[in-house]
Structures are given as C-alpha cells and as structure tokens.
C-alpha cells in the first residue's frame, strides 16, 4: 500500500528551489490524494523506450485515481552536451552521482512528495536519488524492470547465454568477458563500478522502502 509506505517517512527540513518538474498535474478526482514523484532516466532521445512507456501508463493512471503526480526526468543523451571534463566527471560518478543527488533533492523540495517511484537511474542519476529522497523523509519505491542489483550486465545474459556466475559477487568478470549488452568495453566498466558502489550500500536495503516486481 502506497499510503503505509509513505506514512514511514515523516518530513526533514525543505526550502523550494528553481528546479523545473515536467507533467504536474491531478485529475481533480476525490479520495486518498497522495503527492507521487515519478523518476526516470532515459537511456537516450527516445520516445520508444519501454521504462518511459510504463511510467507514462503509471503517470495517467495514478492521475485518473485523484492523486497529485509529477515526473522528473534525465537522459543519458545530457552527456553528448558536456565538455570533455564534465563527461569524465560524469563517468567517474556513475556509480553515486552528486548532481543526480542534488537534482532530485531540488526536485523533492519543490513538488514536496508523499513517495517517489524510481524506474530507471541508470547513469546519470544513480542511486543516489533514493538518498536525497532519504534526507528529506520522502517514501522511496523502485521499479525492478531489469536484473542490475545482482547482476552488473543487467540481464543475466553472456554471449547471448544465460550466465549468473555473478550471483557470487565476483563482478569482476564483466570486464573480462565484455558482458554488457552490445560487448563495449566500456559500458561495462561503468555497469561494473555501479555495481560495486550498490552493493557497498548493502544493494539499497536501507534506501528503498518497497520494490515493484512484473511477474513475467
């Protein structure tokens, strides 16, 4: 239940900032009206993308029940724009992000959520965001819509195989075998050191309240 979730968490101190939230909105509908932050980092400029469909669906539907919705947005796309030191800073934090953090948080002190739903922080954002929603006392829900908490590769594919050699924590071997989807090198080095910096964090046991999981 969304409600006992959110009544986990009680407020930290907010002050509004200037960050921009795009769709707010409520279908006026009354009930038990809750203040729902949607997040999701898109992969690219891409309209087709399934996580970007199922948070839209989620968008509408949350609205249609009378609750007061907004999203927050990234896309990797953002790192085209960079200088070549900002895309190297970028890289560097793409386990734990400091602008992700510090985006999310602006967003959370402006739209002031009941419960923020993540559906994909994968790379600009990072897990990051379920702290600055921590910080401000803010109920946290990630969608799992791949394997990337216990497998670096995201999908428990090698080659095309299924391969869960990683279940034992030796993610080291994505950079050997270039497991991420597509071979690059170096989209594995950084699923690599995201996965490290999750599983210091103890894989966000104490960030995230509750996982939403599809069931095929």
Not at 116 to 133: D, E, G, I, Q
Not at 157 to 182: N, Q
Request: charged share 25%; with cysteine; proline share 3%.
């Amino acid at each position: 239940n969304c409600r006992d979730i959110a009544e986990k968490r009680r407020w930290g101190s907010l002050e509004t900032t200037g960050a921009s939230l795009l769709n707010a909105g409520s279908s006026g509908k009354e009930g038990h009206q809750m203040r729902i932050l949607i997040v999701l980092n898109r992969y690219g400029n891409f309209a087709t993308e399934g996580e970007a469909h199922v948070a839209q669906a989620e968008f509408e539907l949350l609205r249609s029940h009378g609750h007061i919705v907004s999203k927050y947005e990234a896309t990797n796309a953002e790192i085209e724009e960079l200088t070549l030191a900002g895309k190297c800073q970028s890289l560097m934090q793409v386990g734990w992000s400091k602008m992700g953090y510090e985006r999310v948080k602006a967003a959370i002190d402006v739209f002031r959520p009941d419960l923020m739903h993540v559906h994909n922080y994968w790379f600009r954002l990072t897990p990051s965001v379920f702290a600055a929603a921590k910080e401000r006392g803010v109920a946290t829900v990630m969608s799992l819509q791949n394997f990337r908490l216990v497998c670096p590769a995201s999908v428990f594919l090698r080659k095309g195989k299924p391969c869960e050699l990683c279940m034992d924590g030796k993610a080291s071997r994505i950079l050997v075998h270039r497991c991420y989807p597509g071979g690059s090198w170096l989209k594995s080095l950084l699923a690599y050191l995201l996965y490290q910096e999750t599983r210091k964090r103890q894989f966000l046991a104490s960030l995230v309240d509750a996982y939403i999981a599809p069931d095929r």
